[in-house]
């Protein structure tokens, strides 16, 4: 129908409307195979999807700056729970709770860790596990249970962070499938 209407460029991603199912995981073979059999091409990022139990990310304990004070707001992707000195911000994380019973027939006990950014001048010095143990105390007073994390494959320090804070890989997705008129 597309080459008719002759659209230039055909767009594929996968994304269902379920938690951490976005682009086209490696559980889903036949889903890329019936991609590449209509003639779209992976142009995209692949990105692992990461999972970890609230109960077990580590609790905040002290700021790892004098001086600094979490200031929540209301963020681009959930809450964001900020490291600030005033007005200046080091660093942040957003954080939104899934499964909202009027998307999905139960409530999952599921969030999402939609941003997490620590300003260049402040990295190495402890705020990335500092946000994300405040996370884990914002989640734990809502009741979720599990959170997702994602993170691109060529991100080291992003991927080995998240490892050491008890994040395990769940599943790599591709994202951005492009098909050329034929």
């Given amino acids: 129908m597309l080459d008719r209407w002759g659209a230039p460029k055909q767009w594929a991603d996968g994304t269902l409307p379920v938690p951490g199912v976005y682009g086209v995981p490696e559980q889903w073979p036949h889903i890329r ?3 590449e059999q209509a003639g779209f091409v992976h142009e995209g990022n692949t990105e692992i999807v990461y999972l970890a139990k609230v109960h ?3 609790h905040p304990g002290n700021p790892p700056v004098h001086g ?3 200031r929540r707001s209301v963020g681009v992707n959930g809450t964001r729970l900020s490291a600030a000195f005033g007005n200046e911000i080091a660093g942040y994380i ?3 709770s ?3 019973a009027g998307k999905l027939p139960r409530n999952v006990g599921m969030a999402d860790i939609g941003n ?3 300003a260049e001048e402040y990295r190495r010095r402890g705020f990335a596990r500092w946000l994300v143990g405040q996370a884990g105390e914002w989640l734990r007073l809502a009741k979720v249970a599990s959170v ?3 993170a691109f494959p060529e991100e080291d ?4 962070l998240l490892e050491a804070m008890g994040f395990s890989e769940l599943t790599r997705t591709e994202r951005g499938w492009l098909r050329k008129p034929r």
């Fill in 94 to 96: 957003e954080v939104d």
């Fill in 116 to 118: 997490l950014h620590v």
């Fill in 157 to 160: 320090g992003c991927t080995t």
């Fill in 56 to 58: 077990d990310l580590l």
């Fill in 33 to 35: 195979a019936a991609y």
């Fill in 98 to 100: 899934l499964g909202d």
């Fill in 148 to 150: 997702l994390a994602y």
């Fill in 68 to 70: 600094v004070r979490l």
